[in-house]
C-alpha cells in the first residue's frame, strides 16, 4: 500500500479498500472510487475530486435531514484532509458542477495542477455560458 493510500484511508474514517481495489470512503452511503487503476498520486487525487465531490455537496442517501448533514460534511471533511484543502460546501458544488463524474479529467488536471485555482472553473464555466448563448431558441 502506497502513502497516498494510507493518506486517503486516515482521510476517511473507517474507510477500507477492497480486495478488488476499491476504496470505500462510506460504506453505508457506497461512496467510492476505483484505485487499482491510479498510476500515481495525481490519479487519485482527481479522482477524489471527480467521485467524491458529489458527496461532500450534494448526495443525500439517507432519510433523515441530520444525517445527510453529517454525510456531507464527512465527505467534505476527508476530502479536505486528504487535499490538504479547506474548500467549503459551496465549492465543492464547483467543483463537482464542473469536474464530477470525471466529465473533464484535463481540467481536473489543470485544477490541481494550479494549486486549486477556481479562476480555472471559472473560465470553463463562463466558456460554456457563451457558447451556449447563441444557441438559446
Not at 29 to 44: G, P, R
Request: hydrophobic share 35%.
Amino acid at each position: 500500500m502506497t502513502d497516498t493510500e494510507h493518506k486517503l484511508l486516515k482521510a476517511f474514517p473507517r474507510s477500507f479498500i477492497s480486495e478488488f481495489g476499491e476504496f470505500i470512503a462510506h460504506d453505508k452511503a457506497n461512496e467510492y472510487l476505483i484505485l487499482k487503476n491510479c498510476a500515481d498520486d495525481l490519479d487519485i487525487k482527481c479522482k477524489v475530486l471527480e467521485w467524491l465531490s458529489r458527496g461532500a455537496c450534494k448526495t443525500a442517501p439517507f432519510r433523515a435531514n441530520k444525517k445527510n448533514e453529517a454525510f456531507n460534511n464527512f465527505m467534505l471533511s476527508g476530502i479536505n484532509e486528504f487535499l490538504c484543502t479547506e474548500f467549503t460546501r459551496e465549492d465543492m458544488r464547483d467543483i463537482y458542477s464542473t469536474l464530477g463524474n470525471c466529465v473533464n479529467h484535463e481540467k481536473t488536471i489543470e485544477f490541481i495542477e494550479s494549486g486549486y485555482d477556481f479562476a480555472v472553473l471559472s473560465r470553463d464555466r463562463a466558456g460554456r455560458r457563451q457558447e451556449g448563448a447563441g444557441n438559446e431558441h
